[in-house]
C-alpha cells in the first residue's frame, strides 16, 4: 500500500455494494449500452524486420517474451515484393500479362516473416499481412517493373499477391492469415518520383481489390478476407470507406485505417467525436461494419511528438503517451470501432532511407537494436499500459459505454463473450483525483476477486519480471460495484481475474 | 499553352493568355461537407503531412480541407518546372526563385498565364500588404505592375537584414590549447593565417584533419576577402564586367590556389569531390577547424547539436568552445559579408484557381501573419497550450508542452507553424519559439550585434549586386545567366586545384556569351 492513490476502502466497498445493488450510484454499464458485441480485440503492428544484422544479442528471445506479455489479438504484418521478387523479364512487350519474375522466399525478409507468423499461428493470433506498397523504384528512370503508374490496379499485383499467399497460407499452413492488406494507406500519395502512391487514386485502388479477390479466389483461398482501406487520416478514410461500402462491400471484410492524432484532439476527446461519424457514415451505407465486418485500426499513434523526417516520436518515452493511448483506445471502441492495432511493437523492425543513411524508426514500446541505449532497450511505459488494455478488452467480449458522461473522465467495460471475465477501464484525464463507483449490469462469473492497476508514472507495478503486476487484490464482484479514487492523470483498470 | 518551349513565343503569346485567361480556371474542388479543397506544396512540408489539431482549427475557421504536399531539397528546381510544363500544378506552390532563374521561372510563368498575379488591391489582407512593403527588389519582381508570388520574407519583424550569416564556425578549445586564441573570437587577417597554420601544424599531420574547410557551395571563401561583387557581374567605373576576372577576384584566388594544392594544405580536404553534406560532416565528426558554413538558426542549432553528440563534448562551455563564431576582418581591415535580398524563395498560385480559392489563400496567410495566427503557429491552441496574462505575459501550459527526458520540449506536428511558411521563414518567432535553442541563439545575435556595430563604423564589406543589374532581363542574361554561375564557379574550383592553367581560366570567361551579356547589360544601363 505505498503511495496510496486507489483508495479502496473495505468496509466502504462492502457498503458500497450493499447499497449500489438495486439502486446504483456512479457509473453504471447496463447491457443495453452494448457498443461492441463482438470485440476484435487489441493488437500491434508486428512488421518484418528489415535489418536482422542490427538486432542485439537475444533479441528474438525478448521481443517474444514482450509479445508473450502483451498477448495480441492481432498483428499486422507488412512486408514488401522488392524484397521476394527477382529476375524480373517483360519479354519486352508492352503486354504485362506475358511479364515473368522469380521469388525468394528464402532470404532474411521471408525466414523472418515466418518467424513472426509461426508465434502468431502457435498463440491463436490474427494476422492480418500485406504488401506495403508496389514493387519499383518512384524513379521512373530507375524503375524496371512500371507498376508505380497503375498502382494495385497493375494486374501483376494481384498475380504477386496470389503467389504470396499461396505460399504463406498453402504451402506454409498459416492459418492465422485472415486478411490481406491491399498496399498501405493507399490515399497518401506523396511525391511524383519519392512515393510509390504517387499515382494512385481510388478507382485504382479498387481495381486492385477486385483483382486480387479473383485471384485469391481463383486458387481456392476464398478464406483469405481483405482489408478494405488501410487508409490513413480521417479526410482520406471518409473518402475511401463510404466508396468501398458502396462500391465492394462484398469484396472487402474488414474496413481498416490508420489515425494518428493530435494530442489536443485526444485531451478534448474530439478524437471519439470524429470517429464516431467517421464509422456512423460507413454503417449507414453498410450496416454489417462493427458486427460482420470489423473496423479495425490498423494502425494507431499519436501524432504530436512525430519527426516527419525520421518517422520517430520523442513522446513515446514518457508516461503521457501510455496514458493518451489508453484514452485513444477507450474513445476508440466507444464510437464503435471493434478494434485497434498498435504501432508499434519494437523500435528494430523498420527503418528510413535518406540522403544520410538509413535510421531506426523509433516508434516502439521497446528496442531491440543493437546500437540502442539501455534506457531506449527498456519497455517503455505505453507498453505496460497497453500490456493492461490488451489483456483486459479479450477478442469476442461485449463492450459498454457508461450510463452517463463524467468530465475528464473516459471509461467502458467489459465483458467476455462466456460472462467469466469483465472489467473497467478508467482514465483520468483532468487534474483533480476523481472518486468513482462503477458496477456492471450484465452478470459476471468470477470468483470473487478484483485486481486492480493504475497507470501513472508514480503507481505502475512492476513485478520481478519486470511485467506490470496488480497494484491491489480485493474481494469484491464488478456487478455489486466498487468505489476507488483514480488519481490525477491517470488509467485504472479493473478487472476479475489477473492480467 | 503551358508547354510553351521559347521565351519568345511565351513573351508573343501573353496578351493572348491574358485574354484566355477567364476559361482555364478550374472549377473549385470540395469535400463532401463543403470545404474548399486546397492544394499546397512547399519544401518546407517534408517535415509535415497535416491531419493534426491545428490544421484542423484553420480549416474549420477558413472552411477550407488542406492537402499539403513537399519537394525534396535534392531536386526541388526539377519537382517545380515538372508539374509547370505538364499543366499539373498545386492550387499554391513554393520555387527557389533568384536572380539567376527569374526569367526562365517567375517571367516565363506569369507571362505565359500559368501564375496568378495578387490583387492590386491587398487592402482586404493587410498583414500581407505590410510584409510586401517590407521586401527588398519588389518591384523589380512586378511584370506590368502585377506581382505573381509572396517572396518568404526571412523575418517580418526585422526586414532589414541586409547581409547573410555565410561565416566561419571554429574550435576555440584547439585555439586556446594551441596559444593562438583571440579575445572575443575577433581575429585580424594576419591572426587568422596564424591560427590556420597553428591548426595545421598541430592537428593536420597525417591528412585527417583540414585546419579550413567551407561549405561544398561556398568554397573557396577566402575569396570574399578580396572580390568586390558576390556573384558574376561586378561594376567597375559605372560599366558591369566579369567579377571572376577582376584583379581583386583573382588575387583572392591565387590564395586561395595556395591553400588549396600550392603546398600549404590549409584547406586539407580535396574539395573538389566533396559532395553536398561532407565538410559539415568532418566538422561534426571534430576533424575541422575552421568551418565556413551557412549559419541560419536552423544550421547552427544542427551543427551545435551534431558537435555535441561527441563523447569528449560533455559540457555546455565545451560545446561553445567547439562550435564558436569566428570575427575575421580581412586584408583591407574590413569583414566581409555577402549581402542578398531579405526574403528566400516564393510562392507561387497557379493560374487555374479561381479568384474565390485565391482570396481564400491570401485570408489564411493574413491571418497566420497576424497577431492570432503567429500565436498558434509559436505556441499551438490559446488555453490548451498556451495561456496569456493580462499583462501580455505567456505561459506554457504542461499538456501542450511535455518535455522530453533530456528536458527539451517536445515538437508538436503545429500547422499553422508550416503553412506560415507560405510567406516568411518565421525568423520573427525566433526569441519566443519555445523550440527555438536559445543557446544557439544568443550566440548568433551576439555574432550579428557584433557585426552590426562594425558596420555602423563603416568596417563591414557587403557584397552586393547592384538590383538594377541583378533582376535585369536581356535576352541573352535571362537564359544563360545561371549557366554563367555554375560554369564560372567550375573554373574557379579547377584552377584551385590545379586542373587548368591561369590562362585557360581567364579564357573561360571571354568567349562570346560573356561579351554578349555584359553587352546587353552595360547598354540597359547605358554605358
Known amino acids: 500500500m505505498k503511495r496510496v492513490l486507489i483508495l479502496i476502502i473495505m468496509a466502504t466497498l462492502a457498503f458500497s455494494a450493499a447499497a449500489c445493488k438495486n439502486n446504483a450510484k456512479g457509473t453504471v454499464f447496463y447491457e443495453k449500452n452494448d457498443v461492441c458485441r463482438d470485440f476484435n480485440e487489441l493488437g500491434v503492428e508486428w512488421g518484418v524486420y528489415e535489418e536482422t544484422g542490427k538486432l542485439s544479442a537475444g533479441a528474438w528471445e525478448r521481443i517474444t517474451a514482450a509479445a508473450d506479455r502483451l498477448n495480441p489479438r492481432l498483428v499486422r504484418c507488412m512486408t514488401n515484393f522488392d524484397w521476394l521478387v527477382y529476375d524480373f523479364d517483360d519479354k519486352g512487350t508492352a503486354d504485362l500479362s506475358d511479364d515473368e519474375w522469380k521469388y525468394d522466399f528464402d532470404n532474411k525478409y521471408m525466414v523472418n516473416a515466418c518467424e513472426i507468423l509461426d508465434y502468431c499461428e502457435k498463440k491463436g493470433i490474427s494476422v492480418a499481412f500485406g504488401v506495403w506498397n508496389v514493387i519499383g523504384n518512384p524513379d521512373p528512370e530507375k524503375d524496371v517493373f512500371k507498376m508505380i503508374p497503375n498502382a494495385t490496379s497493375d494486374i501483376r499485383w494481384a498475380k504477386m499477391t496470389a503467389d504470396l499467399m499461396e505460399y504463406l497460407v498453402r504451402t506454409k499452413g498459416y492459418t492465422c492469415i485472415k486478411w490481406f492488406v491491399n498496399s498501405n494507406e493507399p490515399n497518401y500519395s506523396g511525391a511524383v518520383g519519392a512515393s510509390k502512391n504517387a499515382y494512385n487514386t481510388y478507382a485504382k485502388w479498387e481495381q486492385g481489390v477486385r483483382n486480387v479477390r479473383a485471384a485469391l479466389d481463383a486458387i481456392g483461398l476464398n478464406n483469405i478476407d481483405i482489408v478494405g482501406g488501410d487508409t490513413t487520416g480521417f479526410i482520406g478514410s471518409a473518402d475511401y470507406l463510404p466508396k468501398i461500402a458502396g462500391n465492394i462491400p462484398d469484396k472487402v471484410n474488414n474496413y481498416g485505417v490508420h489515425m494518428y492524432i493530435s494530442n489536443y484532439d485526444i485531451d478534448n476527446a474530439l478524437y471519439g467525436q470524429n470517429m464516431k461519424k467517421l464509422f456512423d457514415g460507413v454503417k449507414n451505407i453498410d450496416p454489417a461494419v462493427g458486427g460482420e465486418k470489423p473496423f479495425i485500426i490498423w494502425e494507431a499513434g499519436l501524432l504530436d511528438g512525430k519527426n516527419v523526417i525520421t518517422d520517430c516520436n520523442a513522446y513515446i518515452a514518457n508516461y503521457s503517451y501510455g496514458l493518451r493511448m489508453a484514452d485513444y483506445t477507450v474513445q476508440s471502441l466507444l464510437s464503435g470501432v471493434s478494434g485497434v492495432c498498435y504501432w508499434d511493437l519494437d523500435d528494430a523492425m523498420h527503418f528510413m532511407y535518406g540522403e544520410n543513411g538509413m535510421t531506426a524508426k523509433e516508434w516502439g514500446m521497446f528496442s531491440t537494436l543493437a546500437s540502442a541505449s539501455p534506457l531506449m532497450q527498456e519497455y517503455r511505459p505505453w507498453f505496460h499500459s497497453s500490456v493492461i488494455l490488451t489483456n483486459l478488452l479479450q477478442q469476442g467480449s461485449h463492450i459498454y459505454s457508461p450510463d452517463s458522461e463524467k468530465k475528464d473522465l473516459r471509461v467502458l467495460a467489459s465483458v467476455s463473450k462466456d460472462g467469466k471475465n469483465g472489467g473497467v477501464v478508467a482514465v483520468n484525464r483532468g487534474r483533480e483525483a476523481v472518486t468513482e463507483t462503477f458496477r456492471i449490469e450484465r452478470g459476471i462469473e468470477s470468483e470473487g476477486k478484483i485486481y486492480v492497476y493504475v497507470f501513472n508514472e508514480r503507481d505502475l507495478k512492476l513485478g520481478p519480471d519486470g511485467f506490470v503486476t496488480p497494484n491491489l487484490v480485493v474481494e469484491g464482484n464488478l456487478n455489486d460495484g466498487l468505489k476507488l479514487e483514480i488519481p490525477a492523470g491517470s488509467m485504472a483498470a479493473l478487472s476479475s481475474r489477473p492480467l | ?527
Not at chain 2, 79 to 105: E, I, K
Not at chain 2, 169 to 178: C, F, G, I, M
Request: with cysteine; aromatic share 14%; net charge negative.
Open chain 2, 1 to 527: 499553352m503551358k508547354k510553351i518551349l521559347s521565351l519568345v513565343l511565351c513573351i508573343v503569346l501573353s496578351l493572348a493568355a491574358v485574354t484566355l485567361y477567364g476559361c482555364k480556371k478550374k472549377p473549385n474542388e470540395y469535400t463532401k461537407d463543403g470545404r474548399m479543397i486546397l492544394k499546397i506544396r512547399n519544401l518546407y512540408f517534408n517535415e509535415w503531412t497535416g491531419g493534426d489539431a491545428y490544421t484542423s482549427y484553420i480549416e474549420d475557421k477558413f472552411g477550407v480541407a488542406i492537402e499539403p504536399s513537399s519537394y525534396s531539397w535534392a531536386d526541388w528546381d526539377n519537382q517545380v518546372y515538372g508539374p509547370a510544363n505538364s499543366n499539373n500544378l498545386s492550387d499554391v506552390f513554393h520555387f527557389s526563385l533568384d536572380s539567376y532563374n527569374f526569367a526562365n521561372s517567375y517571367e516565363f510563368w506569369a507571362r505565359g498565364g500559368s501564375t496568378k498575379a495578387l490583387p492590386d488591391d491587398l487592402s482586404a489582407w493587410p498583414h500581407i500588404a505590410d510584409m510586401l512593403g517590407k521586401v527588398s527588389n519588389l518591384n523589380e519582381l512586378k511584370i506590368n505592375g502585377k506581382l505573381y508570388c509572396i517572396p518568404l520574407i526571412k523575418n517580418i519583424k526585422d526586414a532589414d537584414d541586409d547581409y547573410s550569416p555565410f561565416t566561419y564556425v571554429y574550435r576555440r578549445d584547439w585555439a586556446k590549447e594551441l596559444g593562438v586564441y583571440q579575445e572575443d573570437d575577433v581575429y585580424t587577417w594576419n591572426q587568422f593565417q596564424n591560427l590556420l597554420s597553428a591548426f595545421y601544424r598541430a592537428k593536420s599531420e597525417g591528412g585527417s584533419v583540414a585546419a579550413l574547410a567551407d561549405v561544398e557551395w561556398g568554397f573557396p571563401s577566402i575569396i570574399n576577402f578580396y572580390k568586390t561583387a558576390p556573384h558574376c557581374f561586378a561594376m567597375e567605373g559605372g560599366s558591369a564586367v566579369c567579377n571572376f576576372v577582376t584583379p581583386q577576384f583573382k588575387q583572392g584566388l591565387e590564395l586561395a590556389k595556395n591553400w588549396a594544392s600550392g603546398g600549404t594544405n590549409i584547406y586539407g580536404f580535396d574539395q573538389y569531390a566533396a559532395n553536398d553534406g561532407d565538410v559539415a560532416k568532418q566538422f561534426y565528426a571534430g576533424r575541422v577547424g575552421v568551418f565556413y558554413e551557412n549559419l541560419s538558426l536552423a544550421n547552427y542549432t544542427t551543427l551545435r547539436k551534431k558537435v555535441g553528440e561527441r563523447k569528449e563534448i560533455d559540457t555546455k562551455e565545451k560545446l561553445d568552445d567547439a562550435t564558436a563564431i569566428m570575427k575575421v576582418s580581412g586584408p583591407d581591415g574590413k569583414y566581409a559579408l555577402e549581402g542578398g535580398e531579405n526574403w528566400f524563395s516564393a510562392t507561387f498560385f497557379s493560374a487555374d484557381i479561381s479568384d474565390e480559392k485565391l482570396n481564400k489563400i491570401l485570408d489564411i496567410i493574413d491571418w497566420l501573419l497576424g497577431e492570432e495566427g503567429t500565436m498558434m503557429a509559436a505556441y499551438g491552441i490559446k488555453d490548451y497550450d498556451y495561456t496569456v496574462s493580462n499583462g501580455g505575459e505567456v505561459t506554457l501550459l504542461e499538456a501542450g508542452w511535455e518535455r522530453d527526458i533530456n528536458g527539451k520540449y517536445i515538437e508538436k506536428l503545429n500547422g499553422a507553424k508550416y503553412l506560415r511558411y507560405m510567406a516568411t521563414l518565421g525568423y520573427d518567432m525566433n526569441d519566443y519559439d519555445p523550440l527555438v535553442d536559445k543557446e544557439a541563439l544568443s550566440i548568433l545575435t551576439e555574432w550579428k550585434e557584433f557585426i552590426n556595430r562594425e558596420n555602423a563604423q563603416g568596417n563591414l564589406r557587403i557584397l552586393t549586386e547592384d538590383p538594377s543589374v541583378k533582376w535585369l532581363s536581356t535576352t541573352n542574361k535571362s537564359q544563360y545567366a545561371g549557366g554563367l554561375l555554375e560554369n564560372g564557379n567550375a573554373s574557379v574550383q579547377k584552377y584551385v586545384y590545379g586542373k587548368i592553367t591561369l590562362g585557360e581560366y581567364e579564357n573561360s570567361f571571354t568567349t562570346q556569351r560573356w561579351g554578349q551579356i555584359l553587352g546587353e547589360i552595360n547598354s540597359a544601363i547605358g554605358k
